[in-house]
């Protein structure tokens, strides 16, 4: 008993101290990206380049999520609200479910899937195939270069999608609410309007940030510290991809204690 | 000059280089010999401050590596070329654009015409068409990628070159272009240079001063006569095994 209560100690030791390295190794990568930022003239191309990448390579699949998840809570509400419930809530609860959470939410997890394995292994490769260490032979930092632009992208272009995403949502659950419960285009207004505060809106941008933030950093470190060939990548793609995605809901919990909290 | 002293490095329980001394002269080509998996990369990348050593120092151009500040050593590394073992090609760029990045003086690498005429420059050096340039490296055989990794490392007129093995994995001809551009760098633009390499016949000709390293540590070091000429048991050895395998492969006969 006592050998394996020491065992376990142990094991548990390790993971604290791994954990505590990995961390102290993040921290000084974001350390010399916030470096890097003088370097304007190399970061700033490169960002354009990732955004454009990001924003059209993604944007088809976002309205196709958020279309789809808009129409379902539309008609689940309908299912739900019978009998004495007026029916405009069905505007309600599809402008703030797709808002608050289903907007942020299934975009943050669908690009999570999406830029963070592209990015996670687009590094990890270049580590691998010693084009990083290449980069840096000639002078040049990896941060401005390789790093900046990415997580800059994510940042910008992640609100933008979300906020598309918002406006698809509501659209559909719309439409489909017009289409197969007895909805007037009034009554879908004013259940929308009447739980909405302009702070929602914000809520959602500042939800999709925090998610940006999250794909980035965490795809980008994990694809730039990449170790052992092919394997390595792999398991930094699919480490990206996980640790992103749970962080996207611990961010979504998190910010909804914070900034909900009436 | 690049000096090293004393310097040693491990990865986990695996000790690569354990006291590793070795001076390069000012002008001077010193090919490093050994056999594979005994730190000559680790060796080469320790210099350019890219592996950070357990212990001892390596003086590039009286600045010791270790104690540069970011700048500085951005600055050191724009004189040094280094060839990449595999050419550590940018895939996502062709090969003018990579080339065009060992342009480390800024104001060179802005003026595309100069960067047009240097990179068409070095890609004739090292023996390519002139079509190459808008190639990407997927489209390129792994000699002709090794080659514009070359091309790269010299497009700035570096100072310094490090070699990691430039003529492995190269057909006959090239590599002895290879080794007489290696010969030509040194004699006519006075560059210094350590070539890794297993190709004991070219060491031999391009080198002023050949080095083995073995277990960690330089086991012997001097110039090519010394070396045919040494008792050592681990250049015997080496030399060897070394024309042993060369006299049954074809690529290694009579270059
Ligand atoms: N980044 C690294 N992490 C762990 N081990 C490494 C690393 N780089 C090199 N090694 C190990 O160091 C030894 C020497 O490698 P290397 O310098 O590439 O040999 P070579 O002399 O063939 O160039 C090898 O056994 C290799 O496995
Ligand atoms: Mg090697």
Redesign the pocket.
Known sequence: MTALAIQVQHRVGRAVLDTLAAVGRFAALVVEMGRGLTEVRVWLPRTLDESWNIGVGSFFIVLLISSFAGAVTALQAGYQFTGNIPIYVVGSVVTESVVLELGPVLVGLILAGRIGARYAAELGTMRVTEQIDALESLGRSPASHLLIPRVLACLLMIPILVIFADVMGVASGWFASKQALPVTDADFIYGARVFWRPFDAWYSIIKAFFFAGAIGFVSCYMGYST??GAEGVGRSTTGAVVTSSVLILLLDTLLAKLLLSV | MIEITDLAKH??A?V?LDGVTLSVKEGETMALL????????????TIIGL?RPDRGRVVVDDLDVATLSRKALSRLRGTIGYVF?NGALFDSMNVFENVRLGLTDPDQFKDLDFARSRVADCLALVNLPAETTGKMPSELSGGMRKRVGIARAIAGRPKYVLY??PTSGLDPVNADIIDALVKRLDTELGVTSIM?THDVRGAFRTADRVAL?TQGRIAAIGTPDDFLASEDPAVRAFLQRDFELSSTSSGGVDR
Do not use: H, N, R
Not at chain 2, 34 to 45: D, I, Y
């Open positions: 170790k052992q | 990865f986990g695996q690569v050994g056999p594979s998996g005994t730190g000559k990369s680790v060796l080469l990348k592996i073992q990691d093995e890794v390293l």
